[in-house]
């Protein structure tokens, strides 16, 4: 499910590339197009690596799809072509089905292998011819038990599962985490292993991430005068994995009590169990040659033709001269730096690389080798000669220097709609993500922020939690904080498609409909607000007395909230006004009037800190993978995405109603069956009423409080012609597809020459 992602602040300056194409208009070879905008800082864009969006953007650049998304001809919705494919793929489940090899079922009919014929005229930049071994050679770099690569999931767990790949990634020894969703696994602690280097249950990261390197844990890592980060890190040497002795078990003992976690066994939570067995041999993978140009894949499970296509982006390429040669020895495992230089670049799409300063700017150029400048059937991309992108992060020097002509694009923030709200340019485009209040509800670790007089800790009475809820004016929070985008009152917004064949909305279903109604108590969706001052009022004081009485709270204490947030700006304390506010209002005439105050801290790693209980609220987002709406619940109900301290889905469940019979299961057992087990396969309706009755009992909670479905805002430049002056819907509209479709009606030149007339002051 990593097709979803996190908002982050880089994610947030990606969703403003809000541009598209029209018709190609007549010019010559010597004129030249460049498309000039901002992006995050790349670390990687190696396609067996990369994580957050703003290193998948680049691919999207310099590779191809076997399958593309393009609009209709009525710009209604999107139609499938082959890309890199010469058909649709084949559904050839007949002739695996009772395969023992591969395990498809003998009943099997449909879904759980498929056919795919590639061109015969694709190339590499460098001119090297591309077959089905560039296919199958990546398939097992992806997989490669030595590399533990980021993107190795995507083929063996989540999108594609490819048959016995998850054997054949463990290699002969396998790591498993002693926490499992049913709790920890029966293992001798002597016969436990850990690692620093790769993610731990305790951080759902690495610890290097947590380490004592990094200033905001050093103190965490102190034992007196002991450094025991050092300690660990010359213990773990070199190695990926080491044994868990008791001197590393007592570290993990300090540390995880120093990150708040004084459980006795909470040292578990960084080891792994260790098996070892005989390698599963590549040839058992369900990824089989046919010929030159033709390769089948064989799936864990069963997937709709859709489904199939949806993810097929998966199948990636790295070339394999440039990835052998930039591999290297980390620790117990081998990395390639492939995709981090000009250099270890190469490209099988329609630009490459030319240039890259870490620390400033990207170039990107056609790749005069991509079929798609010869074949005819792609005109509707590649129309742009080079992409220039500037690694800037501050609104106000990217705003000014789009004013100047010498950006392409801007994101517009609340403060400026005033002036520019009304503009012919300006584009606003629904994204899938929802933004929401995460609050922390971990009891123990809000105590250790009480101090005397000040209390933190009423955080965790969900009767608290609640009233804040109902105190917020969703319609006023558009209004004064996001004018572009849409009140939320749902996990999962109007851009998730549940039928992609009908083009039906999550949103739309009658069970999403019935979920949110009923969650808010109102007679349909229109009439949902989510706001209710008297109520508010009536938790807050149920909260009051509940702590006072409980011997939590004294009568005169005084409620601190920190809400966490990137940055100290104008737009940032405008968040933090309106929370506070609201608060106030809602407060009014009970014991509560007047003691609660909203802190505002400055924290460009909350996200992080909020695994570790270092945060009372913030606000976070979720997004992507806008046409599969059931495995957007990944971002809810697992520890690797979640991001509410306290709440643990692999323990708190949902009963479901399916065909007259309850049916309970944690939160992670559901994401799972509907995901990768009994539900993957099942009619969307019974699909849609899992994840109705799920979101629901998330909301219930009231650590995850939404507050807006994001629609992005930008102004586009007077030379940037989109390909439709409408979104349509994400597969065709999202900032990485339109971006390949721009077209830029005046040259280089042209527009330099415009500029100057304009005194570089362009009136948008």
């Not at 690692?195 to 102190?222: C, H, M, Q, R």
């Not at 008297?534 to 709270?553: N, T």
Request: aromatic fraction near 14%; include cysteine.
């Amino acid at each position: 499910m990593k097709k979803a992602v996190v908002m982050t602040a880089a994610l947030a300056a990606l969703a403003a590339l809000l541009v598209g194409c029209g018709k190609e208009k007549n010019s010559t070879k010597a004129k030249s197009y460049t498309y000039r905008t901002v992006l995050a800082t790349p670390k990687t864009w190696s396609p067996t690596d990369w994580q957050m969006n703003e290193e998948n953007y680049i691919l999207t650049f310099t590779s191809s799809p076997l399958y593309d998304y393009i609009p209709n001809e009525n710009q209604d919705g999107y139609e499938v072509v082959p890309d890199m494919a010469v058909a649709l793929p084949e559904d050839v489940t007949a002739e695996y089905a009772g395969n023992e090899k591969y395990g498809v079922p003998a009943d099997a009919t449909e879904g759980w292998a498929w056919k795919i014929q590639i061109r015969k005229d694709m190339k590499w930049d460098n001119g090297e011819a591309i077959n089905v071994d560039d296919f199958i050679y990546s398939a097992q770099q992806l997989l490669n038990p030595e590399m533990k690569n980021y993107r190795a999931s995507n083929l063996y767990a989540e999108n594609v599962p490819l048959a016995n790949a998850r054997a054949y990634y463990s290699g002969s020894v396998a790591y498993d985490d002693i926490l499992t969703a049913s709790g920890y696994a029966d293992v001798k602690d002597e016969d436990m292993w850990t690692s620093i280097t790769l993610p731990v249950k305790f951080f759902d990261d690495s610890a290097e991430s947590y380490g004592g390197e990094n200033e905001k844990y050093a103190e965490k890592w102190k034992d007196g005068d002991v450094d025991l980060w050092a300690r660990l890190k010359e213990i773990a040497g070199e190695h990926t994995y080491f044994p868990l002795t008791d001197e590393v078990k007592g570290i993990y003992q300090k540390v995880s009590a120093a990150f708040g976690d004084k459980n006795p066994e909470a040292y578990k939570e960084w080891c792994f169990s260790r098996t070892e067995g005989k390698a599963t041999p590549w040839e058992d993978v369900g990824f089989i040659r046919n010929d030159d140009y033709t390769f089948t894949v064989v799936l864990t499970k069963s997937l709709s033709p859709f489904m199939f296509l949806y993810h097929s982006e998966d199948f990636i390429l790295v070339r394999k001269d440039l990835y052998e040669a930039n591999k290297q020895a980390a620790g117990d495992i081998i990395k390639s730096s492939y995709g981090t230089d000009v250099a270890k670049s190469a490209s099988y799409g329609p630009y490459k690389v030319v240039d890259y300063q870490g620390d400033k700017s990207m170039k990107l150029e056609r790749n005069d080798n991509w079929y798609g400048y010869y074949d005819g059937k792609h005109d509707y991309k590649g129309k742009i000669t080079a992409y220039e992108f500037q690694f800037l992060t501050d609104h106000n020097t990217v705003l000014n220097m789009f004013l100047q002509g010498n950006l392409d694009d801007s994101a517009l923030s609340v403060t400026d709609m005033d002036k520019y709200g009304n503009s012919e340019y300006r584009v606003d485009t629904p994204e899938s993500y929802t933004y929401k209040f995460s609050f922390n509800i971990d009891r123990k670790s809000l105590e250790k922020e009480n101090t005397a007089g000040v209390n933190h800790s009423i955080i965790a009475n969900i009767n608290f939690r609640h009233a804040i809820s109902l105190s917020l004016d969703r319609q006023k929070w558009i209004e004064t904080v996001a004018p572009a985008s849409s009140a939320g009152y749902g996990l999962i917004n109007y851009a998730y498609v549940a039928v992609p064949e009908t083009g039906m909305l999550y949103r739309d279903t009658p069970q999403a409909k019935a979920a949110l109604t009923e969650f808010y108590g109102a007679k349909s969706i229109d009439d949902i607000t989510g706001y209710d001052l008297a109520s508010a009022r009536e938790y807050f004081q149920k909260a009051y007395d509940e702590e006072v009485s409980a011997g939590r709270l004294s009568a005169g204490d005084k409620i601190q909230i920190d809400i966490h947030q990137y940055a100290g700006d104008e737009a940032y304390q405008r968040r933090t006004t309106f929370l506070q506010d609201s608060i106030n209002k809602a407060t009014e005439g009970t014991s509560l009037e007047g003691k609660i105050s909203v802190k505002h801290v400055v924290d460009q790693n909350y996200y992080d800190n909020m695994k570790t209980g270092n945060v009372d609220v913030a606000i976070t987002a979720w997004g992507g993978a806008g046409f599969n709406p059931y495995g957007i619940l990944w971002c809810y109900a697992t520890n690797d995405a979640k991001n509410e301290y306290g709440f643990d889905p692999y323990t708190e469940t949902c009963t479901v109603n399916l065909s007259g019979k309850d049916i309970t299961k944690s939160y992670n057992a559901w994401y799972e069956a509907l995901t990768n087990g009994e539900y993957s396969t099942a009619e969307s309706d019974v699909k849609n009423t899992i994840l109705a009755a799920c979101e629901k009992g998330l909301l219930s909670y009231y650590n995850m409080i939404p507050i807006q479905y994001l629609n992005s805002c930008a102004l586009i430049s007077q030379r940037t012609k989109r390909y439709s002056d409408h979104y349509i819907n994400e597969l065709v509209s999202n900032p990485m597809q339109t971006l390949l479709m721009t077209e830029l009606t005046m040259d280089d030149d042209e527009w330099a020459a415009y500029c100057k007339e304009q005194n570089n002051q362009l009136n948008y």
